[in-house]
């Protein structure tokens, strides 16, 4: 026969919460020799805690004095309890009736837990100030036996000199609060069965105003521009900002716009920066000079249209103002001072030796001082240079008796060369490209292209050979001169 040691109680869910299904299951109920079995809330077996009875047999039960009208029970000895609560928290015991006049009984505890609402966070101040006050963020839950943790923007809080946690850790005190202890902040109240989490909460800490940053819309102060100056910093609430003109008060807001400043306009410029709920100020002070306006320099050439390998070239700055720092560009690229020209000690002429073509393009210089600058107008360098040696090309491959001869001529040269055309030493055609029309074997001979630049007084030849045969062309190159 089973004994009271093989009698087993489950509780199903192991956790329940309150309103919750409950259902002690039993396993290992005696199967021979059992007239019936009892349930009792408590511990012992005493009538008045006895819940019911089931009677194995006839399959009836009888309810006892303990019973609240939320109990049932299975054949095979289970308890169910609907609805639980905490009031039903404690041991239950079964017992078994045995024809052998024996009566084993088994009892378990039975945990019922609280069904968490959410807390609440409650802050002892709304809006604290910065390195001024402290905060006690309370945790407010109705349950008594919860456990409570503390997460700042998820992480959770373990406490320290500065985060202080309360013995039971339902309140969490933030010491000399600082503008990072914003948050947000959550409070969880916990039971072995269930948790609940609070809304974030986030901290308005009032701080600043900090020192204020001026910028302006332009590093430098040119008579006759406009001048804005724009205040900011770091303030909670946003701060609120006048401005001092040499102690003088001045308009109020963030920008202070100066149209067309002169040079009265120099002087120290104040942003003071206020937070109204603090009351607190900072300000800086901004020293505006206005320095004299650079009038644009000019550009003096000796030879804009130099000769290349013949002509030197100096162009010089010609600044208003004598202590300008002088700069060159050539095509909006700045020279260096290393560069293909020779600078004067105060950079103010440039000037090219030997001149080459690759010093044509667009000059500027630049006239500055520490706070402004202007620029020149362009003047072009224009190098004369060529004619290279010329180069005589076939445009097409293959020449027979009574086809169409086409040779064209082409040589380096600025400005473009003119060409002209002999053959075998007597004036043919003048232009760059010479065609023959139903060529015969008397079309052979030497054939000599002459380019000549005006502008430099340079001439180049090239000659070629042309020999006409029945079935093709024979191309041979045989000198070339250069004459000036």
Known sequence: MPTAAQLTITPIPAQPLEGDNVTLAVQGLATEGIISFNWFRGGSTEFDQQILTYRVLSGGMSLGPAHTGRETVSPDGSLHIAAINLKDIGPYTIREIMTDINYPAQNIY?????????????????????????????????????????????EPVAGGERLELSPDQRNLTIHQVSRADTGPYQC???????????????????????????????????????????CSTSSNPPAQYSWKIDGDPGPDGQQLFLSAIHLGTAGIYTCEASNPVSGTRSAINTLIVIPEYMPQPSILADNVTPVEGMDSVTLMCVSAKQSATIRWFKDSSLLPNTGPGDLSPDNSVLTFWNITRNDTGLYQCEASNSATSSLSTHLPVNVNY??????????????????????SCFANSNPPAEYTWMVDGSPWAAGQILSILDVSLNSSGLYSCHAANEDTGYQSTTQLEVSIKGRGLFLSSLSHYLTH
């Open 110 to 154: 039975l945990a019922v837990f609280e069904r968490l609402a959410p807390p609440a966070i409650m802050p002892s101040t709304s809006a604290p100030l910065e390195l001024q006050d402290s905060v006690t963020l309370s945790c407010q839950s109705p349950s008594l036996d919860a456990t409570f943790q503390w997460y700042i923007d998820k």
């Open 188 to 230: 969880e109240a916990k039971n072995p069965a269930i948790t609940s989490l609070s809304e974030p909460l986030l901290l308005n800490v009032i701080y600043g105003p900090d020192v204020p940053t001026v910028t302006t819309s332009d590093i430098s102060f040119i008579l006759g521009f406009n001048l804005t100056l724009s």
């Open 386 to 407: 060529g004619p290279d040696t010329p180069v005589i090309n076939s445009m097409d491959s293959t020449f027979e008796v009574g086809s169409n001869l086409t040779l």
